[in-house]
């Protein structure tokens, strides 16, 4: 194994052999290109983000800047939006299913260093993949840990550190971060805490 498939198999590599350097610098480029677009340009960004990202929906909006390592590491589904200052550090898999709201300065690492100091200044490291569902939405400054799987129609709350998975249809928050309640038919009816929506809904 060269140090792309250690890195792509989850093993121990070492980030600047066997061309990952390039890969990273190649990408450097592109996320240079997206973040200096003009706004009078925004016409383009859905193209520059196919461009840039492994796998992407029809419909895909990311507001400037957007930070990631390879980018075609990341996949996308249909409907995704994040807000301003997404980090994600894709030296493993992150897939992100349809719908997903992500809230300014969200950051989602696949990447982490050995405990001991030993074994990290060796220089290895590790990227453990991330999977989030669809109709995802996560609150501003969440942060997201290597190895995590969030469910399908979740929340996380703002300021959360998800260390560990969470159930489909749950509201979570905290750091760690912890499932607080289940999302019920009953929330359908309202927009914040206890006001009901005064329009239909469909």
Same mark, same amino acid.
């Given at each position: 194994m060269n140090q792309k498939e250690r890195m792509m198999a989850g093993?121990?590599?070492?980030?600047?052999? #066997?061309?990952l350097e390039e890969e990273r610098f190649a990408c450097r480029k592109k996320i240079y290109e997206f973040n200096q677009l003009p706004p009078e340009q925004d016409s383009r960004i859905p193209e520059l983000l196919k461009n840039?990202?492994?796998?992407?929906?029809?419909?895909? &909006?990311? $507001?400037?800047? &957007?930070?990631?390592?390879?980018?075609?590491?990341i996949e996308v589904g249909e409907n995704f939006f994040a807000n301003y200052n997404l980090t994600i550090l894709d030296v493993g898999k992150v897939k992100i299913g349809k719908n997903a709201q992500i809230a300014p300065n969200v950051s989602i690492y696949t990447a982490g260093h050995p405990i001991h100091p030993d074994?990290? $200044?060796?220089?290895?490291?590790?990227?453990?993949?991330?999977?989030?569902? #669809?109709?995802?939405?996560?609150?501003?400054?969440?942060?997201?840990?290597?190895?995590?799987?969030?469910?399908?129609?979740?929340?996380?709350?703002?300021?959360? +550190? +998800?260390?560990? #998975?969470?159930?489909?249809n749950m509201i979570a928050a905290g750091n760690p971060c912890r499932v607080i309640r289940e999302i019920t038919e009953n929330d359908r009816k309202y927009y914040f805490k206890d006001r009901e929506f005064d329009v239909p809904i469909g």
């Open positions: 093993l121990p590599y070492k980030a600047w052999m #066997d061309g840039l990202l492994g796998k992407t929906g029809e419909n895909v &909006f990311i $507001n400037a800047p &957007f930070h990631c390592d390879y980018g075609t590491n074994s990290r $200044n060796t220089g290895y490291e590790y990227g453990i993949p991330i999977t989030i569902g #669809d109709n995802v939405w996560i609150g501003g400054n969440a942060v997201i840990l290597p190895g995590v799987t969030i469910g399908n129609n979740v929340i996380i709350g703002a300021g959360s +550190v +998800v260390g560990k #998975d969470i159930p489909d």
